[in-house]
């Protein structure tokens, strides 16, 4: 029995751990889509940060959606902006997605959320 329930803590506390902040914690500030050309190649930047509105250190994972003028949404992406480090409270992260995006003439609008939180 004791091997049990000492088993059932390991698996469960990584989950408490996660369960500390959660996405509504974290803020995105300065969202800046824009496109520049190169040549004949178009390039995005989707630049912005992400704060850190918990009590603890921790990261989130962000999505932004590229939606037409219409309002559907043509590509989607997420990032850590953080990668594997936990943000301070009250720091940010600096972040620029606009690299994993194909540019398309139809982009007329953006939409960026936070998806998920982790500890790590």
């Given at each position: 029995?004791?091997?049990?329930?000492?088993s059932a803590s390991l698996i469960f506390l990584p989950m408490?751990?996660?369960?500390a902040c959660a996405p509504t914690d974290f803020a995105?500030?300065?969202f800046k889509p824009a496109a520049s050309r190169?040549?004949?190649?178009?390039?995005?930047?989707?630049?912005?940060?992400?704060?850190?509105?918990?009590?603890?250190?921790?990261?989130?994972?962000?999505?932004i959606?590229?939606?037409?003028?219409?309002?559907?949404?043509?590509q989607a992406k997420q990032g850590w902006p953080a990668g594997t480090t936990n943000i301070a409270p009250g720091a940010a992260a600096k972040f620029d997605l606009g690299r994993r995006f194909r540019y398309q003439s139809d982009m007329a609008s953006y939409t960026v959320s936070v998806i998920a939180v982790r500890a790590w």
């Open positions: 029995m004791k091997t049990l329930l000492l408490a751990a996660q369960a995105i500030r300065d190169f040549g004949s190649e178009a390039r995005l930047s989707l630049s912005g940060e992400l704060v850190n509105n918990c009590a603890e250190p921790a990261a989130a994972q962000i999505s959606e590229a939606k037409d003028a219409d309002g559907k949404v043509i």
